[in-house]
């Protein structure tokens, strides 16, 4: 069974510039979630998808964060305009759908941003 | 507000040393407790917890949880090279899919 995949594994860009993240969930798992390490922190939740709703973003740092799932498969992120601060590891991770809030999540590799 | 403690934060043992890595947390609620290991890429899972007392076992691994005194412990005994990671702790709370990370515990085994 495939992981969760995430693309690209490093984006380098200029601040202002654009970037879209990508992450594609394991296969029937209809709960995604986007994670950001920036450097020596702890990683941090952003957003939760259920299929293709917004369940939780109370994590997204700003309205330059934007977020979507169309058709409840794969999810992108995009930062427009990127800032300095905006560097570090983005993680996406995902679950099954269950009754009970005690499910796994699964992690991709991530995506190193980085802004100059 | 909800925090999520490791240590040590870095670890340097030898090939066959057992380690013990620490998880306290202070959060509202808690509802599981998990714990990975990163070594590249990919955090990967290795336990859940959600019950005190209950110890979780994996080979060389072992995990338990302390839900009075609001901590976890990871233990590795004969630890490899192959070990070689940063050993993450999350806490996930009632009501809410997301989990809160520690910082990690990096752990580096010698040959």
């Known amino acids: 069974e495939a992981g969760v995949t995430q693309f690209p594994s490093h984006s380098v860009i200029e601040k202002g510039q654009t970037v879209t993240l990508r992450c594609d969930p394991i296969?029937?798992?209809?709960?995604l979630y986007w994670y950001r390490r920036v450097m020596g922190k702890e990683i941090k939740f952003l957003l939760h998808?259920?299929?293709?709703?917004?369940?939780?973003e109370s994590g997204m740092p700003n309205n330059r964060f934007l977020a979507e799932r169309t058709g409840g498969t794969y999810s992108t992120l995009k930062v427009q305009p990127a800032e300095l601060e905006d560097s570090g590891v983005y993680f996406c991770?995902?679950?099954?759908?269950?009754?009970?809030?005690?499910?796994?999540?699964?992690f991709g590799p991530g995506t190193r941003l980085t802004v100059l | 507000e909800d925090k999520v403690v490791q240590s040590p934060l870095s670890l340097v043992v030898h090939e066959g040393d057992t380690v013990t890595l620490n998880c306290s947390y202070e959060?509202?609620?808690?509802?599981?407790l998990l714990w990975y290991k990163q070594e590249k890429k990919a955090p990967t899972f290795l336990f859940m917890l959600?019950?005190?007392?209950i110890e979780k076992k994996s080979g060389r691994l072992s995990s338990i949880l302390d839900k009075k005194e609001l901590f976890s412990i990871l233990n590795i005994t004969a630890t490899q090279t192959g070990d070689s990671a940063i050993y993450l702790c999350?806490?996930?709370?009632?009501?809410?899919?997301?989990?809160?990370f520690g910082t990690g515990t990096r752990l580096k085994v010698l040959a």
């Open positions: 959600t019950s005190s007392g």
């Open positions: 959060v509202t609620n808690f509802r599981s």
């Open positions: 999350a806490v996930g709370t009632s009501g809410t899919y997301k989990y809160i």
């Open positions: 296969s029937g798992h209809d709960n």
């Open positions: 998808f259920v299929k293709e709703s917004k369940q939780d």
């Open positions: 991770a995902s679950s099954l759908w269950t009754s009970q809030v005690i499910d796994t999540q699964y």
